[in-house]
């Protein structure tokens, strides 16, 4: 059974920094042509991937989002980090981790639950 | 970046309706595109993926059409649990863009 769980605060002030772990079972990143992706959706139903970890290391950005994103992964412990500095009231969304396939796939085809991160003072 | 563009933004349809969304690329994607459904609550699911290929338990009155810039998802007979957000999303060239979503309704 393949399952993510995304885990962080739900909570941040304005100019801190967002650290958000996807925790993931079922399938390993270690091998393979396997992605973890970041995905957001603000409040106004808007869908926006953010970032995306390959299984051989490669790594991909949003470039809107310029140099605030980074990703990593820890294959021993299944889990993926996105970490967002000078978080904004406009960052406000549930934050998604979601597996990508590889070829001929490439879907985004599980899914954790979400987080909801406010920014707020 | 690549701009989807979805059509209509909201749509009322009854049960037992053929409905169908379009999904406008900005450029040519070939058929790097996929489509999703999203519930209240929820995270997105994949319904298909390569503009056409239905992904494993989806049922099959859902269809995906099109190529380059212009792409359908049809629904041949709406069922109640058919009511929600459809978002297309395209995977030709980072970034990974999606379109806006196309709510449906009941009517």
């Known amino acids: 059974q393949i399952t993510l769980k995304e885990s962080g605060p739900m909570l941040v002030k304005p100019t801190q920094t967002l650290t958000l772990t996807c925790t993931f079972s079922g399938f390993s990143l270690s091998a393979g042509p396997l992605g973890v992706g970041w995905i957001r959706q603000t409040p106004g139903k808007a869908l926006q991937w953010l970032s995306l970890v390959y299984s051989n290391g490669d790594k991909e950005y949003n470039p809107s989002l310029k140099s605030r994103v980074t990703i990593t992964k820890d294959t021993s412990k299944n889990q993926v980090v996105l970490t967002m500095t000078n978080m904004d009231p406009v960052d406000t969304a549930t934050y998604y981790c979601?597996?990508?396939?590889?070829?001929?796939?490439?879907?985004?085809?599980?899914w954790g639950h979400g987080i909801l991160v406010t920014v707020s003072s | 970046d690549i701009q989807m563009t979805q059509s209509p933004s909201t749509l009322s349809a009854s049960v037992g309706d053929r409905v169908v969304i379009s999904c406008r690329a900005s450029?040519?994607?070939?058929?790097?595109l996929d489509w999703y459904q999203q519930k209240p609550g929820k995270a997105p699911n994949l319904l298909i993926y390569m503009a056409s290929t239905l992904e494993s338990g989806v049922p099959s009155r859902f269809s995906g059409s099109g190529s380059e810039t212009d792409f359908t998802l049809t629904i041949s007979s709406l069922q109640p649990d058919d009511f929600a957000t459809y978002y297309c999303?395209?995977?030709?060239?980072?970034?990974?863009?999606f379109g806006g979503g196309t709510k449906v309704e009941i009517k």
């Open positions: 450029q040519n994607i070939d058929k790097w």
């Open positions: 999303q395209q995977h030709k060239s980072y970034p990974l863009t």
């Open positions: 979601a597996r990508r396939q590889g070829a001929p796939h490439y879907g985004f085809d599980y």
